[in-house]
């Protein structure tokens, strides 16, 4: 399935945030891209903002327009707030959570590693990035895939105190999904109702 595989740099300095988890590029250019993108200053219509929020959303957790909207009407289809359950339901994606819990350095890492069968969802190979974890699963990695350089270079110092929906186990090198995060534990600085506004036209 595709993917956006273009500069991950312009993509994080057209929404001024480190989407993709890197920061340095900001801290050298922290305005738009393009040949006029330190003196833009057009002012940005009601749609334009709402529509900023759902890319910026789709990036942030690498997901495509149909996969996107089909979490959408889920949302709109489940008891709750929309907004926050649609950021609940791209929290619980398997890459997500194994971003989450440390295994990947980033999003695109944690798809991969998941894409080739190096993740486990209760002690059994799942290789689907958009596999929905549910509470009281358990995410591992695969027992011959625990020497694998990149996962152990995540892994070393990662503070796995950062989201109290999930709790890391060191010696099994898993991670247990608790429960579905509350909007104020969710970290991305989306406005899931301009989303929510722009999907209800």
Do not use: C
Not at 127 to 142: C, E, F, L, Q, T
Not at 183 to 188: A, L, M, N, S, V
């Amino acid at each position: 399935m595709a993917r956006y595989t273009g500069p991950k740099s312009k993509i994080a300095r057209k929404f001024g945030e480190a989407i993709f988890g890197d920061d340095k590029v900001l801290a050298k250019k922290n305005y738009p891209p393009g040949q006029h993108g330190a003196n833009r200053r057009r002012k940005t219509s009601e749609y334009g903002m709402q529509l900023r929020e759902k890319q910026k959303a789709k990036y942030t957790y690498g997901v495509l327009e149909r996969q996107f909207r089909n979490l959408f009407e889920k949302a709109a289809r489940t008891k709750g707030i929309t907004g926050e359950v649609l950021l609940q339901l791209l929290e619980g994606r398997l890459d997500n959570v194994v971003y989450r819990l440390g295994i990947a350095p980033s999003r695109p890492a944690a798809r991969q590693l998941v894409l080739h069968k190096h993740i486990t969802v209760n002690g059994k190979v799942v290789n689907i990035a958009s596999y929905a974890v549910k509470p009281g699963d358990v995410i591992g990695v695969r027992e011959k895939s625990k020497s694998l350089e990149v996962i152990a270079d995540a892994l070393a110092g990662f503070n796995h105190s950062k989201y109290p929906w999930i709790e890391w186990d060191e010696s099994s090198k898993s991670g247990r999904f608790l429960h579905v995060p509350t909007r104020e534990d969710i970290p991305e600085t989306i406005k899931e109702q301009l989303i929510v506004e722009l999907y209800s036209k």
